[in-house]
């Protein structure tokens, strides 16, 4: 059975520092896994990664993906209390049943 | 552009009833997927239609289902509610179908369901 999992499941951060959050994943049929942003409601895109050591940059976030030891990171540096959300990764299910495959996410807080 | 809409935007229901909820995807966009989200479980693919088709279905009863219709709208429908179907239920439009190689979805604000 797929399987994602994110860590740390919750961060707690000042403004200005840099976060690195965690996805491992089991997946059949790996295709790619996508980085999504999660503010009250609707996730918004951030990344998609297809290939290995290929560091995906926009802005202050980052993230790269390992598919030899099936994990991506997603970095942010100098966080800003925008940056307070859930971040969740989905890698890509490319197999008959073809769907995005959902890690429980890390909600992180930036105070002030 | 307008961005996915979805209606209502909160909804009670009781135990037993059914439900309808509406999700109109980003013009141009053929795709439409449910999923359902629970602090518990996460989000949960629940199907995707495109071109008023069903592609793709995810592990869910029969009580749910959908469709689609010629303008790309679609609707999802849950029967005979029960206690563990609150959620907040997003759908999410694709210019592109699941089950080709296009997968970057545009999530709407969500209906949250409350059954009590």
């Known amino acids: 059975e797929d399987k994602v999992v994110q860590s740390p499941l919750s961060l707690v951060v000042h403004e200005g520092d840099t976060v690195t959050l965690n996805c491992s994943y089991e997946?059949?049929?790996?295709?790619?896994l996508l980085w999504y942003k999660q503010e009250k409601k609707a996730p918004t895109f951030l990344f998609m990664l297809t290939s290995s050591g290929i560091e995906k940059k926009s802005g202050r976030l980052s993230s790269i993906l390992d598919k030899k030891e099936l994990f991506s990171i997603l970095n942010i540096t100098a966080t800003q209390t925008g940056d307070s959300a859930v971040y969740l990764c989905a890698p890509f299910n490319a197999g008959n049943n073809r769907k995005l495959i959902w890690g429980l996410g890390t909600s992180l807080a930036v105070n002030p | 552009k307008a961005g996915v809409t979805q209606t209502p935007r909160y909804l009670i229901k009781t135990r037993g009833q059914q439900v309808t909820l509406s999700c109109s995807p980003i013009s141009g966009h053929r795709s439409v997927s449910w999923y359902q989200q629970t602090p518990g479980q996460g989000l949960q693919f629940l199907f995707e239609y495109f071109s008023e088709t069903q592609r793709n279905k995810g592990n869910f009863p029969g009580r749910f289902s959908g469709r689609q219709f010629s303008n790309s709208r679609s609707e999802m429908n849950v029967s005979t509610l029960e206690l563990g179907d609150s959620a907040l239920y997003l759908c999410?439009?694709?210019?592109?179908?699941?089950?080709?190689?296009?997968?970057?979805?545009?999530f709407g604000p969500g209906t949250r369901l409350t059954v009590t």
């Open positions: 997946v059949t049929n790996f295709r790619s």
């Open positions: 999410a439009s694709s210019p592109f179908s699941l089950m080709g190689t296009g997968y970057e979805q545009y």
